[in-house]
């Protein structure tokens, strides 16, 4: 049995389908669907159960539970929410649960944590252990993450499990997340409604307007790396997982356009007064540590991902994978 926490969710109900697809039928789903529709992103799949986060615990305490494999993809991931005791109980005590049983029982722990954890950027991002500790993050949830990352590596339980920081990461299923979607699916419903995509402005010297950078990735690599986690057990650490390849948002936008078919029609607007002092210009995922560990996945173009995004899915009557 693999357990999948965070299954209904966007990148985890991506990992359930990646499992059924390669033949794994016993998966026990693990989340609270809400009211949001994110039932709908499991769909057709073949599962053992779904069960709530709290159950899992009971079941793990009890010895009724006995999993192979637990993918760890639940959390609060809303960075516009305050509440820092909300986040620390969900995304970083409860991963501590998780992480401490599958380590005293030889259970492989693959864990989410996320590129926020780099705050600024001023320490660069690389998944360097030593820089760790004096990473800033920014927000409740990137130091709720930041702070199991820590914790993992001062206790030495990073050489027994494997977490993945995930960079700018998009495509189907993402729906149910509203305002915190990717950009590509913004940008797309706004050429869709507008005929024109809106970026920010840069307010920079030496970087022009929609030239900022981010490391942005396509979901079904993301799980083809995790995926790639499970059958090597052996490859253990915290590793950045993105692309590796910054690109900008002039380059996003013109994909989006090339796969409608449409012109480029993109609007600068001024970046807003109250982020505009931490804005990120740039990101990039360092995957040196993740190949040193083994995992020589090709990561798909931005090009490629975004039409494989657009055409086979958001154009689409059944959006959903």
Not at 23 to 45: I, M
Not at 180 to 190: C, D, L, N, P
Request: glycine share 8%.
């Amino acid at each position: 049995m693999i357990i999948v926490t965070g299954a209904a969710g966007f990148i985890g109900s991506i990992v359930v389908a990646a499992l059924n697809n390669s033949g794994e039928k016993d998966v026990l789903a693990v989340d609270t669907l809400g009211s949001e529709g994110k039932f709908k992103n499991l769909r057709a799949r073949s599962l053992t159960d779904i069960i709530e986060p709290d159950a899992l615990l009971a079941g793990l305490r009890a010895g009724s539970i006995k999993p192979d494999a637990i993918i760890h993809m639940g959390a609060i991931t809303d960075t516009s929410d305050k509440d820092a005791d909300k986040m620390l109980a969900m995304n970083t005590k409860y991963t501590r649960e998780l992480a401490l049983h599958c380590m005293d029982k030889g259970i492989r722990f693959i864990y989410a944590s996320s590129a926020s954890v780099y705050g600024d950027g001023n320490f660069g991002f690389a998944d360097d252990d030593s820089v760790t500790p004096s990473l800033l993050p920014l927000n409740p949830y990137a130091w709720s993450k930041w702070l199991f990352d820590a914790e993992a590596i001062k206790n030495g339980w990073d050489k027994k499990i494997a977490g993945f920081r995930f960079f700018n990461v998009f495509g189907p299923n993402e729906y149910h997340k509203g305002f915190m979607g990717s950009v590509v699916w913004h940008s797309y419903k706004q050429v869709m409604e507008n005929g024109s995509i809106r970026l920010f402005q840069s307010h920079k010297d030496g970087i022009a307007h929609g030239e900022q950078k981010r490391d942005f990735v396509y979901v079904m690599d993301v799980v083809g790396v995790l995926l790639w986690a499970v059958k090597n057990p052996q490859a253990c650490g915290i590793f950045n997982l993105g692309s590796g390849k910054a690109r900008s948002y002039n380059d996003l936008a013109k994909a989006i356009f090339a796969a409608v078919g449409k012109e480029p029609n993109i609007e600068y607007v001024p970046t807003p007064e109250s982020i505009r002092s931490s804005y990120q210009y740039f990101t990039e995922a360092d995957l040196s540590k993740l190949r040193a560990a083994g995992c020589e996945y090709e990561f798909q173009p931005l090009e490629d991902t975004i039409a494989a995004y657009v055409k086979g899915y958001l154009t689409q009557s059944n959006q959903y994978m």
